[in-house]
């Protein structure tokens, strides 16, 4: 996990692909999530454009 982190150090917003990929879960699980107020996707744009923000999901990794 925190090596794919390491991985996207320098992005500080991760696409949805990204994400399962580090987390270990499906999209349909963060979708979910999201609508759970869980782990939030961050909308940076008008358009509909998902992203979760690095810092969120290192939070929720040690929250575990």
Known sequence: TLNLIRQYIKQELLIMKQVPEILGVSGMTLRRWDAKSILKLF?????????????????????K
């Open 43 to 63: 909308r940076p744009t008008l358009r509909n454009v998902k992203r979760y923000r690095k810092q969120d999901i290192i939070k929720f990794i040690n929250k």
